[in-house]
């Protein structure tokens, strides 16, 4: 599943430096970090608002919105999926509360 993670990766660095007439993440890129973090925000509210609703199709859409624009603030920021993937790797079969605790020390 992380395959399509690696192509949007691959097409959000390509995006880059391109004109914001040439696409939408070009179009983001240019506008800057507030516009891509204000879609983030934006998109993380849809997922909320999908999920109270209880409309699967609708929390799969938004979520897929989030993620994507989430990429873009990655990849803008030179950060990849493969970071967040490795940190949730190093979480995994540790307790939360635990980890939590750590955190605030």
Known sequence: MTDIFD?????????????????YVA???????????????????????????NNSEALIHETADLWFHTLVMLSEQNLTSD???SELER????????EKAERSK
């Open 7 to 23: 192509k949007i990766t691959a097409v959000l660095e390509q995006r880059k430096g391109q004109s914001p007439d040439s696409s």
């Open 27 to 53: 179009e983001l890129y240019h506008k800057g970090t507030d516009e891509i973090l204000k879609k983030v925000g934006e998109e993380a509210i849809e997922v909320i608002i999908a999920a109270k609703s």
């Open 83 to 85: 970071m967040v993937l």
């Open 91 to 98: 979480r995994f079969g540790n307790s939360g509360l635990k």
